[in-house]
Nanobody, 121 residues
Framework: QVQLVESGGGLVQPGGSLRLSCAAS????????MGWYRQAPGKQRELVAT???????NYADSVKGRFTIGRDNAKNTVYLQMNSLKPEDTAVYYC???????????????WGQGTQVTVSS
């Protein structure tokens, strides 16, 4: 089995910063991709950012220039540095990891439990 544990959410004022972390553990052979989604109240879950094992990144237009995704392959950990936060960034943030459990297996998505980010004065 694979577990993802998130940390780093909280309450921050507009213009502030937060850093989210998500560590994957368990039966892991490789993680081709990791990333973050978010879901605001009454809205669908949306992609925030993704990163490949080789460091290729992709961002939602709404966070480009403000958020930076990174990962530590040795620790199976993905990070999300969020700067210049806006009230519309308020949401539950979920990390995911596309995990291959052995050489012959197709990758499967695993999800964290979610961490609340609230941007408010």
């Amino acid at each position: 089995q694979v577990q993802l544990v998130e940390s780093g959410g909280g309450l921050v004022q507009p213009g502030g910063s937060l850093r989210l972390s998500c560590a994957a553990s368990g039966s892991i052979f490789s993680i081709p991709a990791m990333g973050w989604y978010r879901q605001a109240p009454g809205k669908q879950r949306e992609l925030v950012a993704t990163i490949t094992a080789g460091g290729g990144t992709n961002y939602a237009d709404s966070v480009k220039g403000r958020f930076t995704i990174g990962r530590d392959n040795a620790k199976n950990t993905v990070y999300l540095q969020m700067n210049s936060l806006k009230p519309e960034d308020t949401a539950v943030y979920y990390c995911f990891a596309d995990v291959a459990r052995d050489y012959f297996s197709m990758p499967t998505d695993y999800w964290g439990q979610g961490t609340q980010v609230t941007v408010s004065s």
